[in-house]
């Protein structure tokens, strides 16, 4: 009978095998290195709701399709190691990009990171669906902007994005490079996460307000901006705690408005993601506002945010209850919604519900006018609060609600 030339050559055959342990060895041990273990943990350390991008906020000519586009975002907490999150969530077709890099946004000549996907400088995802990248060593400062470049390749006609973002991005043409177009929206990019053994994430549910309507634009001063800022200028045990904000301008939270409703979304934006261990909410005055009539529409938020404390108390999540703002004379008002938003509001502070409650009326009523913003802290609209009034907002949350250790609710 013939032998097999592993049995000719028994040497050669065990040195076959000697290689090939070493070759899984190495690639499991590069796997490791690169974060990509079963045992890492992960937090964001920035994030944004993600929504189907309305015709109106779609990038300007030519469009993100064979460009390159420039984008600008400011973390929370710092870290080691990070890991990219795209999104194609509400994409109608794949969506495939490649050259992924992050710089420093405050040195943005200095030398670029690479992000992979699988080892690979091209990713395509399909539509429904996100990819991480590959876990990236690189040291990132709490407050950090990053700059995160991407060169679209293909891109469906259903975008992804963030319209809100209060901040510019840039878009590249391939057949200009020296042409740069600017838009104020986020595309595709739905978090930057940083490996962790201690920290955990704060994760704010909210709308327009949370978003920054009324914000500085690159001033990065969102009220959940100043919280975050105020966390992260503290010694530990503060400075372990990450800041997601999860507001979407125009949203609801019983029914579809301008992305899905808050409870439709709790999962995805909240739920799902690693670390999540508080939850802020502070929702519900576009729901009252739109109402015809706003008495039902009171109670069916009140058990709206039983639901959402019940399933993230299901999760191990703190949840925290916001009040309403003030809103007369602005264009969502009139008696009966003004009556609505007392009913929830009352029921807020009063329930027990909530582990905890802040009084966001009570930071900005006006004093002298029951039901009014302050008028320092108005934006004109009498329903957005400006620049002044983020950071009362954002100055106002007790930053001992997030000491750890605490119980589980």
Not at 335 to 342: N, S
């Amino acid at each position: 009978m013939r032998q097999t030339s592993a049995l000719k050559h028994p040497l050669r055959y065990r040195l076959s095998v000697a290689t090939l342990l070493l070759i899984v060895l190495c690639h499991l041990s590069f796997r490791v290195f690169a974060g990509e273990n079963d045992n890492t943990s992960w937090v964001a350390t920035w994030a944004s709701a993600q929504q189907l991008v309305e015709d109106r906020n779609m990038p300007p000519a030519p469009g993100l399709e064979g460009n390159t586009l420039k984008q600008v975002i400011q973390v929370s907490a710092g870290g080691e190691q990070l890991r990219l999150r795209l999104s194609n969530f509400f994409g109608n077709d794949v969506l495939h990009v490649k050259n992924v890099k992050l710089y420093d946004a405050s040195h943005p000549g200095t030398q670029a990171s690479t992000l992979l996907f699988d080892q690979r400088t091209a990713v395509s995802i399909p539509a429904g669906e996100f990819r991480y990248s590959d876990a990236l060593s690189r040291p990132l400062a709490p407050m950090q902007r990053l700059i995160i470049e991407l060169d679209v390749v293909k891109m469906p006609s259903a975008l992804t994005g963030h319209p809100g973002s209060r901040t510019t991005s840039y878009i590249l043409p391939a057949s200009s490079p020296d042409r740069v177009i600017e838009t104020d929206h986020w595309y595709l990019i739905s978090a930057i996460e940083v490996a962790t053994v201690d920290k955990k994430a704060l994760a704010i549910l909210g709308d327009s307000i949370t978003d920054g309507r009324g914000s500085g634009t690159n001033q990065q001063n969102r009220w959940p901006d100043i919280l975050a800022a105020r966390v992260q200028a503290q010694p530990t045990p503060y400075s372990h705690v990450a800041v997601m904000n999860m507001g979407i301008g125009g949203n609801c939270v019983l029914q579809f408005c301008l992305g899905e409703s808050a409870l439709d979304r709790l999962e995805r934006d909240v739920l799902t993601r690693e670390n999540v261990r508080w939850l802020i909410v502070f929702e519900g005055i576009n729901d009252i506002g739109q109402s015809s009539d706003p008495e039902h529409t009171a109670k069916a938020l009140i058990e709206a945010y039983q639901a959402i404390i019940q399933r993230a108390h299901a999760k191990g999540i703190i949840v925290y209850g916001a009040t309403l703002l003030p809103f007369k004379d602005s264009f969502y008002y009139n008696d009966a919604r003004e009556r609505a938003r007392g009913m929830v509001n009352h029921w807020i502070r009063q329930s027990g519900t909530f582990d905890a409650v802040l009084d966001f009326e009570a930071v900005l009523e006006d004093p002298k006018r029951a039901g009014y913003l302050l008028p320092e802290a108005d934006t004109g609209d009498h329903l957005h609060p400006n620049e002044h009034g983020y950071a009362l907002l954002g100055s106002s949350v007790p930053l001992s609600l997030f000491t750890p250790p605490l119980p589980k609710p």
